[in-house]
């Protein structure tokens, strides 16, 4: 697997050219407002299976052969990833095997199921999923796609900041969050070619910070489980590709609280009209929490996934 270019965020491009959701850029005056920027709100909570992650999931199993599309495929995730897989899948005419963890929202669960995934489950806190699955890969002849650490899935995240900066021109700052790094990495690559000047900042949960450890002493920190409601960032570590990438082009890792999360979907639920999950609060949460002064500056905000466990809006 080598080095992930602009090219390969280029070439996902027109594999996901209708398919994917082109998302709606939003902005809204009152978080303008709040933050002291403009803020460009891009709303991957409105792409198909409910996030980003359909992006890359299908990017990657487009790219099968013939074989690999016979065997299918095998993934783990604790929601975002599993949907985008089973969705990808069926709609290219191929199984899908997804590893997730017991505790999974009910929501994520019901619709990888009914996208035609068959699920296997795990202790998130107790079991390895990458173990897991490799043995159902190597039972089952099929082909691993991980959530995170494979080129295909980073340059098809790539994609969100594309058109991101396709819409609104060069930016100041980019915000992206973090579990493992897969859109991290994809934006800022699209970020280099498409904004050089913009400034991209990852944000991960105040429980879960691996990634700002990680960067910010030079080598890979590998952390347990977080416990935090942002469970797409549940993650113990970033990848292997995605980290070289983080470290050349990403000027810093921001985190937010678990507090500061709820408040975030409350804002956009009740003055954008929106629902996001906690994990998709994360970047916008940093902005408008000022946890990096952006006052005066164009500042694009990827909103990562809108798959929440309703109960959680009144949280």
Known sequence: MGQINFSNVTAA?????????????????QADEVSGARLHFKCENFQRAGAFKFRG????????????KRHGAVAFSSGNHAQAVALAARLLGMSAVIVMPRDSAPAKL?????????????????????ELARRLVSERGATLVPPFDHPDVIAGQGTVAMELFEETGALDYLFVCVGGGGLLAGCAIAAENLSPDCKVIGVEPEAGNDAQQSLRSGAIVRIAVPQTIADGAQTAAVGELTFPVMQRLVSDIVTVSDEQLRAQMRFFAERMKIVVEPTGCLAAAAV????????GLRVGVVVSGGNVDVTRLGG
């Open 110 to 130: 019901a619709a990888t199921r009914e996208y035609g995934a068959e699920i296997v489950f795990y202790d998130r806190y107790t079991e390895d999923r990458s």
């Open 288 to 295: 408008m929490n000022r946890v990096v002064d952006v006052r």
């Open 13 to 29: 491009a027109q594999v996901l050219q209708g398919v994917a959701i082109r998302t709606p850029v939003l902005t809204s005056r």
């Open 57 to 68: 999931a299908y990017n990657t199993l487009s790219r099968f052969s013939a074989e690999q």
